[in-house]
């Protein structure tokens, strides 16, 4: 069956930015996606502030930023965390790592094998990869936070995806597009996993996709007037910081 793929009407292109934004309708359900080119623009992992408390939100990290002259441009809950929000897997945050991989048996969709790891690399590339691979980036990574389960490895649906699950919850992931680009993106509706990373495979042509979150999942996207502070605290927030317009 043909996936029927309508893409609204419109597309924004963030100012001055190497960011884009699309409202998405695929097989009938409504997605977000953002697109960044990892090379031009510096994604960063959000978690706590300069006193070290958790900053759980969008606002917070604008607050945050507003004392450096700069602003948040786009954000999305970045993996899953402990109910201390510490992150449950691997975090590395400008180069340091703050949390080791997570190879760990246990329940719950971050241990649904094979799980993975979005990184930027210190050559600019984006990356996904599956946990088990990741020793061979050991010491390359500039970011790169844990999650799971992986939604398509080498061009192939997880194998625990059924096409008829009813188990449907709001989703958010990422993939590498075939240009090299960071693909975020966020449902507007719950979807099931087979959905969700269908929409990876076929519709944005990503070899390698990882889940992020599902329930919690969050935008941060000004732009399309999106502030989603309202659903969860949250732990590792994945952003992009821009300068503040002058007045």
């Known amino acids: 069956m043909r996936t029927l793929v309508i893409l609204l009407s419109f597309a924004l292109l963030v100012a001055g930015r190497a960011v884009e934004m699309k ?3 695929v097989a009938g359900k409504r997605y ?3 697109a960044v080119a990892p090379k031009t623009e ?3 992992l959000f978690l706590k502030d ?3 408390g958790v900053l759980h939100t969008f606002s917070a990290i604008e607050t945050m930023l507003a004392t450096r002259g700069q602003r948040l441009v786009l954000g999305m809950n970045g993996g899953m965390f402990h109910p201390d929000y510490a992150p449950v897997g691997l975090y590395i945050a400008d180069g340091r790592e703050v949390v080791p991989l997570n190879t760990g048996v246990a329940d719950g969709n971050f241990f649904l094998k094979p799980n993975g790891v979005f990184a930027i690399l210190k050559d600019g590339r984006a990356v996904v990869v599956e946990a088990a691979g990741w020793p ?3 010491g390359q990574a500039r970011l790169a936070t844990q999650s799971g389960p992986m939604l398509v490895i080498d061009g192939k649906l997880h194998p625990a ?3 008829g699950s009813d188990s449907r919850l709001f989703r958010n992931g990422v993939g590498i597009g075939p240009d090299g680009k960071a693909l975020f993106v966020i449902s507007s509706e719950p979807v099931n996993f087979h959905e969700f990373a269908t929409l990876f495979r076929d519709t944005l042509k990503c070899r ?3 889940f992020l979150d599902g329930t919690i999942s969050s935008l941060y996207a000004p732009e399309l007037k999106r502030n989603d502070d309202f659903k969860f605290p949250l732990g590792p927030i994945l952003g992009i910081a821009g300068e503040k317009p002058k007045p």
């Open 23 to 25: 409202e998405t309708t």
């Open 32 to 34: 977000v996606l953002c």
């Open 42 to 44: 510096r994604l960063e």
């Open 50 to 52: 300069e006193k070290g």
């Open 136 to 138: 061979a980036f050991a």
């Open 161 to 163: 995806f059924r096409e």
């Open 208 to 210: 390698n996709a990882l």
